[in-house]
């Protein structure tokens, strides 16, 4: 796999990398030897169930890297996503209903964590570490995960429905979600070249193929091979639940190919594209997207940075929260 990335250049990379890494954790409370003593093979166990997940399904990849940052845009890192009941909770809202998926992953990663530490690891932290090893599993870069997060006992399905960004989003919206999270123009081009893996319902970017924004027509931003593939794949009126690809031609290897893809149209979902094709990302996102198209290592850098700076948003420490049992069941 290419990395741009002299030897120098590597150097001053991973020592300001350090530095960050330290300040967050001066910030934050978290550190990246939290279960030394309470549970020293905890990464160990979340990788080897992991890699066993995506021998299953290589998809599962994207699902996990996805509970995480759905997790961590509502109520911070607190699991709170994973949290079963009412209809009102995070798995019903529109942007977890049919799409969230990779529950009973989660409920394995953790039934064999509490096998060799009862009660100690959080569900908080299986999902940062799932995310984290999904990535590498899927040939991109890791990072060293700051940990102990506490788990959070309220699921606030209105919440997601007003703070996860939307396919459907304009640039400046999703911009200013991201904002809301503290994060920044890198973060929102960086994280969302998540997208070169997993996959997408037709529901999620049907509005592109016919009659976009009322023009009566599709998407022009859409290249047209791609286009009549997803107009016979998804017809109108058909079974919106139907997925393909985000990463089209590259679609379980986690690499910088998504960038490339928006280049020529090749975006599948209006979110995407708009990072290349919209007036107003000519001078906010159209330059990182054109950056990370020509150097993976650039984007592997800033993608494990932008996963560190999420991991830490609106974090449980201390006495604050609890450490779930169950994870999809707040502790009686």
């Known amino acids: 796999m290419k990395r741009s990335c002299s030897s120098s250049g590597c150097y001053f990379w991973l020592m300001n990398m350090n530095m960050f890494l330290l300040l967050l954790a001066v910030k934050s409370e978290l550190t990246t030897d939290f279960y030394k003593s309470s549970c020293p093979n905890v990464s160990k166990i979340v990788r080897r169930e992991v890699k066993k997940a995506l021998t299953n399904e290589m998809r599962m990849a994207a699902s996990l890297l996805c ?31 049919n799409s969230a998926r990779g529950y009973d992953v989660v409920d394995t990663i953790k039934s064999s964590v509490e096998s060799e530490c009862d009660g100690v690891v959080s569900c908080a932290d299986i999902l940062a570490i799932a995310a984290r090893d999904s990535v590498f599993l899927s040939g991109g870069p890791s990072w ?27 640039l400046d919206t999703i911009i200013s979600k991201f904002a809301n999270m503290g994060l920044n123009l890198t973060d929102v081009v960086s994280l969302s070249g998540a ?51 985000l990463d089209r031609n590259s679609s ?11 280049l020529s149209g090749k975006g599948l979902l209006s979110s995407d594209q708009i990072l290349f094709s919209s007036d107003e990302a000519n001078s906010t996102t159209k330059p990182l997207v054109q950056s990370y198209s020509n150097d993976s290592g650039l984007f592997f850098g800033d993608f494990s940075n932008s996963m560190i700076k999420m991991g830490n948003i609106n974090i449980k420490t201390g006495t604050d929260g609890e450490i779930r049992k169950n994870c999809r069941v707040i502790n009686s």
Do not use: W
């Not at 940990?147 to 997601?160: I, P």
């Not at 970017?205 to 997803?230: E, I, K, V």
């Not at 379980?252 to 928006?262: A, P, R, T, V």
């Open 67 to 97: 509970l995480h940052f759905h997790d961590c845009f509502v109520n911070g890192c607190d699991g709170s996503i994973l949290l079963d009941g009412g209809d009102d909770g995070e798995k019903s809202a529109v942007p977890n209903l």
């Open 144 to 170: 060293k995960v700051l940990l102990g997060r506490r788990d959070g006992t309220v699921s606030n399905g209105t919440l997601a429905n007003e703070a996860l960004p939307a396919p459907f989003d304009p």
């Open 195 to 245: 997208h070169t893996i997993g996959r997408a319902r037709c529901t999620l970017f049907s509005n592109r193929l016919s009659n976009f924004s009322g023009t009566g027509a599709p998407d022009t931003t859409l290249d047209t091979d791609m286009l009549s593939d997803l107009q016979s794949l998804c017809p109108q009126n058909g079974d919106g639940n139907v997925t393909t690809v």
């Open 252 to 262: 379980d290897l986690f690499d910088n190919h998504y960038f490339e893809n928006l």
